[in-house]
């Protein structure tokens, strides 16, 4: 098992201790940087100058495009477990 990392992530101006493995570093970073992004862009958009509405604008945001994309695979699986039915029962119709 590989050791844990401690390190501090910058959300809104402020430092968040974690302590996470090190594979993930990378991802964690690019995250926080994308919300930082998200938080810049909302607030010049809706000239917000409290934080706590603009995570609160963010976290609704970002999980409206995790509901989306929950919502969008599903649907290619779906997709995909019915051509599978459909080549299945088309091999059976030629035997």
């Known amino acids: 098992m590989l050791d844990k990392l401690n390190i501090k992530i910058s959300l809104a101006n402020r430092l968040y ?15 926080a940087s994308k919300i930082d992004k998200m ?23 970002l999980c409206i495009r995790l509901e989306r994309a929950t ?3 599903k649907e290619v699986e779906q997709k995909i477990v019915d051509d599978i039915l459909s080549m299945k029962k088309s091999i059976s119709d030629i035997m």
Do not use: G, T, W
């Not at 201790?17 to 970073?29: A, D, F, L, S």
């Not at 909302?42 to 609704?60: F, G, I, P, R, T």
């Open 17 to 31: 201790p974690m302590n996470i493995n090190p594979h993930e570093e990378k991802m964690i970073r690019v995250s």
């Open 39 to 61: 938080l810049k862009k909302l607030k010049e958009k809706y000239s917000v100058k409290d934080d706590q509405d603009l995570l609160a604008m963010c976290a609704l945001q």
């Open 71 to 73: 919502f969008q695979k």
